[in-house]
């Protein structure tokens, strides 16, 4: 699966990762079992992934307070994205 990962252009043209470099590591790390090493990889990976979840569920089966759930698991995401990025760039 490694074989057939894109490429991060922004640090390939660039040099530095972007925000989102690590995600496709960290899918292949759950799919392998590695749970602790993926959040590690990508620490917003289960977020997204719930996030992802609650929109797919929330098509089929309307739920009562799914904006809210949404809203708050993309402001999560997205702060756990940011924190990790900086924290990322200072170490």
């Known amino acids: 699966m ?5 490429p991060c252009l ?3 043209l660039l040099g530095f990762e972007c925000m ?3 995600i496709q590591r960290a899918l292949s ?5 590695e749970f602790v090493e993926a959040f ?3 620490p917003a990976i289960y977020s997204l992934i719930a996030l992802f979840l609650t929109i797919g569920l929330n098509i089929f ?5 799914s ?3 949404i809203g708050a698991l993309a402001i999560i995401s997205v702060a756990t994205i940011v924190i990790s990025y ?3 760039i200072i170490i």
């Open 29 to 33: 790390l759950i799919f392998q079992g």
């Open 20 to 22: 989102g470099c690590g």
């Open 61 to 65: 089966f309307k739920f009562k307070n």
């Open 10 to 12: 922004n640090k390939k």
């Open 67 to 69: 904006n809210i759930v």
């Open 86 to 88: 900086i924290i990322k």
């Open 40 to 42: 590690y990889m990508y």
């Open 2 to 6: 490694e074989d057939y990962m894109l």
